[in-house]
């Protein structure tokens, strides 16, 4: 798979995500290998599983953390168009989506949305679905935890190359953020990064700035945005 080839080549084993959710108390490392093998995942359930195609869009509606990334970034593998909407954002407002990968909490939100299927993501930090954590699957709803896993960890279709479709003008820097909102602040923090052959510690739920700084500290962080 191409997308991530410039990583693979260089250095597949050193932390290119890292994500700290503060409400639960977990951190994360992803590898290119690692983030690579979760792309080819979601790129093949993707067409697989949901029968997608080039051109297709799925709308995500998840709070920050490595799956909603993975998503994004199997999404970007397949072709499919990604749109980010928390219903507080016009981020392709008013547009057909094919998919839409969201919580149990929110799923009733996107009820209006005809024809859409409706993937069901946890926050288990460990990827786990709704029912491998006890929660009740929604009738006609897809479990993405269990379901994802199926699909094997080669892409076999033709991808970008990450290198010629993001253009960035950072240098390989070690970021730290709290999190996007939208499609601009994704690429920004997470596909830009990669992009320039660097890496980003995503820090997601609520922390003051000693703890970001505490952060930055022990990742070796070398940007801050």
Known sequence: MELLAHLMSTDPSSPRLTVYDESQGSRLDFSAQTLDNWTAKVGNMLLD?????????????????????????????????????????TDGDGEEVDVVFTSV?????????????????????????VTETGGELPAGAI????????????????TPALTEIVATDLGPERLLTTGWTDRAGFSRQVLEPLAAGGSTVIVAGLVDSARLDEIASAEKVTKRL
């Open 143 to 158: 479990d993405f935890g269990p379901t994802v896993r199926f699909y094997g960890d080669q892409f076999p279709h033709p």
């Open 49 to 89: 599983e949901l029968d997608l195609e080039e051109g297709s869009a799925i709308l995500l509606a998840l709070p920050v953390g490595w799956q909603a990334a993975a998503i994004a970034l199997g999404a970007l593998a397949a072709g499919v168009e990604t749109r980010f909407d928390d219903r507080a954002s």
């Open 105 to 129: 909490e929110r799923a009733a939100e996107f009820a209006d949305l005809d024809g859409a299927d409706l993937v069901l993501v946890t926050d288990d930090p460990f990827g786990r679905g």
